[in-house]
Every structure is written in structure tokens, then in C-alpha cells.
């Protein structure tokens, strides 16, 4: 029997993951709590770099997305209530696009349709993951299976349940920051076309960010304290609509219809050094961050890649092992570090109302505009990652 990585979750990350260990040759049994397909009608919008795309191209995947995403030419960067901002340009930096709008069922149903054609990989629907215990010589996963607790253990148990399913485990300690904000998340359709533009725009409830999402509407990011969002979320959709008008202004024009709302917590997340032997945890299980840079979903991809080279390289014999775990966590550090001191720095800097960094963030924004190489370091690091 050839050594088999096991993997807790099928969402975007996990099966990448599944996936770039086909390509490999590795074996995989996936566990995924819900049932096949259920989350293909999710409407969520993901935002996908340049290198993300160039990451589902190499698996065979972007083929069956590419005439569902639409593309970003230009992101608009701009403050309310001051004349700075920023534009950034695909063409000003050699890129076809700066990245990429697409719903989360569409990806998910991509990659299991890409899946399904290899027959190194075993799914498990509606296993539910319940305990994760590490041990010095092995992983043990226990699951429950149509009404039957069962156990599996491997070598390399990789943990992407998007960090929201399972309690203490021991060797993983999460640090965790709450924002007291929410995001509203929605579809709207405006006057104007949008010509692939994204806008994202810092208000003093929060940022907020329309990106291009099909012929004619916009994905909505709306974010702000608890209480605010919640009014906005109470509101018939022609106030809605008359709010986001007032808030966000007129550079699309008057919003004509929105979606369904939807509203989530907005929190920053990352682990400590795991020190489990035998487990590794990607994905949003490893790092959650706030929306406003799109950081979240394209560092999570890239852990799943770097993690089937990290495995296709090692022998099976030392799958697990300290040093093989502590290369993967050295190689991913500088990236994930990025996207969260990143992340965490537009938050708290375009956040704060106080008028001495209001008139810092302006001026910011427009020497963003000014100075190329500072763009194009920008543009890059959000669309390669630490390697950019
Ligand atoms: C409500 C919400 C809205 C979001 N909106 C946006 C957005 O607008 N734009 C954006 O860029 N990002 C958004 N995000 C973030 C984005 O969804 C994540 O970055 C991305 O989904 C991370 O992928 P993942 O595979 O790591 O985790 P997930 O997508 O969470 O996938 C985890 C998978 O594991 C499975 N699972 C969970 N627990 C278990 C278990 N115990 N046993 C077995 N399987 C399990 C789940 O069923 C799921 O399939 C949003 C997140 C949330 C929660």
C-alpha cells in the first residue's frame, strides 16, 4: 500500500492541495463534511491574483473557470473626503490582469471536476472530521461516517477545514484578533458599466469594495463596526441601495438592485509554530484576514501548492517529520507574514478617523500614484506572494 496523505476538508484550499498531489503521483483520502456538490450554487465572490490563476492553469483547472471570471484591468484606490488615491493598471506592470472575480461554487465545482479524473484520490462526503490527534509516529483523524465514529491515520494529516470546525488540538495554539467589524457581502447591479475596474474605497466606517463580477454587476465588500453594518443590514433594499449610493458616491453611478446580504465577522487569525509531528494546517484553518487587501483566499492557495512540492519531494519515510514540517513552515512564513502585517496595516491605518493620519493616508495614496516602483512592488506582492 503506498503511503497516503489525508486531508480534513474539500473546500478551495484542500483540494488544491488533492489535486497538485495527483499531478505528483502522492495518494489521498479526503474527508469533506458536506455532500458532493453542495457547495457549487455558493454565490460567495473570491478574489483571485494573477499567480493564483497562474496556479489553477498549471493544474488543468482556470480551462473550465475562464469564462466565468471576470477580470480586474484596474484597481481604484480612494478616500473618502480626500483627493488622494491611486490607480493601479494590469498594463503598467506586463499583467494580461491585475486578478480575477469568481464565485466559490464555481471554483469548487472546477476542482472537483478536475479531481474526478484521476484515481489516486479517495472523497469522503458527509465525513465530519471531529478529533485530530497528533502522535509521534502518526496523525489520527476521528470522523463520523453515517452515524459511525471511525478513525484514520497517516503519516501527514494536512488540517483545511477552513478554521472553523474543530476545538483544541494538541500542538496547534491560534492567536486571534477581532475587529469588531462585519462585512457585508452582496451583489450589486449599478448605472454605469463597470470596464473591469474594482474600486476600494476607506470610508470612517470601514472600507469598502466593488469588484467586477459578471457583465454588468459588482461583488460588494461592505465592512464597518457591528452595529453599523447591522443597520445597513435591516434596511429595504431601495434604502440599501440609496445608503451604499451616499457612502460609497458616484463614480458607478446609482446602484440599481442588490442580491441576498450576507454579513460575517471580520477577524484576523494565524497559528503559532505548529509544533504537532505529523500535521500540518492550511488555508483559512492556518490564517484569516480581513478582506480589504483580497489576500486571504491567494495565501491559502499558495500553501496548498507549496505544500505538494514540499511532500513530492520528501520520501514517504519522512513524511511527518520535525524537519520536513519545519521546511514547509520556514518556505511559507515570509508569505503568510506579508499578507497579515499587509492586511492588518490598510485595516488599522485606513480605520482610524483621527485627522493628523486621515491627511497621512491621502497623501499615501497619492505617492502610491507617483511612484512607479512603489506600485509595482505593490502590484507584485499582491499577486505572487512573497515571491513576487
Ligand atoms: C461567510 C464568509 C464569506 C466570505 N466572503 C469572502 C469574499 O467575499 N471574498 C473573499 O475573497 N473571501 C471571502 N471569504 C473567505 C474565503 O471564503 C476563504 O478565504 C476561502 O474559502 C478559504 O478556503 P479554505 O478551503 O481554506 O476554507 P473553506 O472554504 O472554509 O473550506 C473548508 C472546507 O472544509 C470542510 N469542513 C469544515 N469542517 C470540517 C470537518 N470537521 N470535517 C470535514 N470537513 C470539514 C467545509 O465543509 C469546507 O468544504 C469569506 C469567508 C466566509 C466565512
Redesign the pocket.
Known amino acids: 500500500m503506498p503511503e497516503t496523505v489525508i486531508i480534513?476538508?474539500?473546500?478551495?484550499?484542500?483540494?488544491t492541495l488533492a489535486l497538485t498531489l495527483q499531478h505528483k503521483g502522492v495518494a489521498v483520502t479526503m474527508?469533506?463534511?458536506?455532500a458532493k456538490g453542495a457547495?457549487y450554487q455558493d454565490q460567495?465572490?473570491?478574489?483571485l491574483s494573477y499567480g493564483s490563476r497562474v496556479i489553477l492553469e498549471k493544474l488543468g483547472v482556470w480551462e473550465k473557470l475562464d469564462h466565468q471570471a471576470t477580470g480586474i484591468n484596474a484597481i481604484h484606490i480612494s478616500q473618502r473626503g480626500s483627493f488622494g488615491r491611486s490607480i493601479l493598471k494590469a498594463k503598467d506592470h506586463d499583467l494580461p490582469d491585475l486578478g480575477y472575480v469568481l464565485s466559490?461554487g464555481a471554483l469548487?465545482q472546477a476542482l472537483d471536476e478536475t479531481l474526478a479524473a484521476f484515481n489516486g484520490i479517495n472523497i469522503i462526503y458527509e465525513?465530519?472530521?471531529?478529533h485530530i490527534e497528533p502522535a509521534l509516529d502518526k496523525a489520527t483523524v476521528t470522523?463520523n461516517y453515517e452515524a459511525n465514529i471511525q478513525q484514520l491515520s497517516s503519516s501527514l494529516l494536512v488540517l483545511?477545514?477552513?478554521?472553523?470546525?474543530?476545538g483544541d488540538i494538541s500542538g496547534i495554539a491560534r492567536e486571534t484578533k477581532m475587529y469588531g467589524h462585519d462585512?457585508l457581502?452582496s451583489k450589486v447591479e449599478c448605472e454605469l458599466p463597470h470596464n473591469n475596474v474594482a474600486y476600494e474605497r476607506f470610508t470612517p466606517m470601514g472600507p469598502v469594495a466593488l469588484l467586477p463580477n459578471g457583465a454588468r454587476s459588482f461583488?460588494l465588500?461592505w465592512t464597518g463596526k457591528q452595529e453599523q453594518v447591522a443597520q445597513v443590514m435591516a434596511l429595504e433594499d431601495a434604502d440599501f441601495l440609496n445608503q451604499l449610493h451616499r457612502h460609497f458616491g458616484d463614480r458607478v453611478g446609482r446602484f440599481l438592485s442588490v442580491g441576498k446580504r450576507?454579513t460575517?465577522p471580520l477577524k484576523l487569525s494565524y497559528l503559532n509554530p505548529v509544533t504537532a509531528s505529523h500535521l500540518v494546517v492550511?488555508?483559512?484553518?492556518a490564517q484569516?484576514m480581513h478582506?480589504v487587501a483580497?489576500q486571504?483566499?491567494n495565501v491559502?492557495l499558495r500553501d496548498a501548492y507549496e505544500l505538494a512540492q514540499q511532500i513530492s519531494s520528501t520520501d514517504p519515510a519522512d513524511w511527518g517529520q520535525d524537519f520536513m514540517l519545519q521546511a514547509y513552515q520556514q518556505g511559507r512564513k515570509k508569505d503568510t507574514k506579508r499578507g497579515l502585517i499587509f492586511t492588518d496595516f490598510l485595516v488599522n491605518l485606513f480605520s482610524n478617523d483621527i485627522i493628523a493620519v486621515s491627511g497621512v493616508r491621502g497623501m499615501s495614496l497619492g505617492m502610491i500614484d507617483l511612484i512607479k516602483p512603489l506600485k509595482s512592488s505593490l502590484v507584485r506582492k499582491m499577486s505572487f506572494g512573497s515571491r513576487g
Do not use: C, H, K
Request: glycine share 22%; no cysteine; proline share 4%.
Open positions: 480534513v476538508g474539500g473546500g478551495p484550499v484542500g483540494a474527508l469533506e463534511a458536506r457547495a460567495r465572490a473570491l478574489a466559490y469548487t465525513a465530519e472530521a471531529q470522523f483545511a477545514d477552513g478554521g472553523r470546525s474543530l462585512a457581502v461583488s465588500v450576507l460575517f492550511i488555508g483559512n484553518a484569516t478582506p483580497g486571504g483566499f491559502g
